[in-house]
C-alpha cells in the first residue's frame, strides 16, 4: 500500500484508495472536492432610519433611493476590481 496524501486535520498520511482517514475517521478528500477558501472583503451596509425616510418620502421614492444607493456603491466596488452579488 501506498500513501497519497496527508490528512489536513489530523495529518495522518492516507492509504492508496482509502475512503476514510486512519487517524481520525473523516472522509478523505480528493483535490478535485476539496473547499478552496478565499480571502473575502464584504460591504454591508444599512441605511440608518429608513423606515422614517420611508414614512417621509413614500415606499416607491424609498425604492428609488435605495435602488440608486445599490448602483453607487457597485460603481464604486467594480472601480476597485470587486464583484457585487444582489
Ligand atoms: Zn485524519
Redesign the pocket.
Known amino acids: 500500500m501506498t500513501a497519497i496524501a496527508a ?6 498520511e492516507h492509504l492508496e484508495h482509502a475512503r476514510f ?6 472522509p478523505v478528500e480528493d483535490s478535485e472536492t476539496r473547499a478552496e477558501y478565499k480571502q473575502v472583503t464584504v460591504v454591508f451596509a444599512d441605511v440608518v432610519h429608513s423606515i422614517n425616510i420611508a414614512a417621509t418620502v413614500g415606499a416607491e421614492r424609498l425604492r428609488e433611493i435605495m435602488a440608486e444607493l445599490v448602483n453607487v456603491t457597485a460603481a464604486a466596488l467594480w472601480r476597485h476590481g470587486g464583484q457585487v452579488h444582489r
Open positions: 490528512c489536513w486535520t489530523c495529518g495522518t482517514c486512519d487517524g481520525c475517521g473523516l
